[in-house]
């Protein structure tokens, strides 16, 4: 019964938006670093 309700708390769309977030929030962070890494030059 505890297996169920932990699949209602976590749905798939739950899931695919936090990897979405994690994905952008990396290729955010990458390009604020190349911004910096080219001023510094």
Do not use: T
Not at 1 to 29: D, T
Request: charged share 15%.
């Amino acid at each position: 019964m505890s297996n169920s309700n932990m699949e209602e708390k976590f749905p798939r769309a739950l899931w695919v938006r936090l990897i979405i977030y994690i994905a952008v929030g990396h290729v955010f962070a990458a390009f604020i670093y190349l911004l910096f890494a080219v001023g510094a030059k």
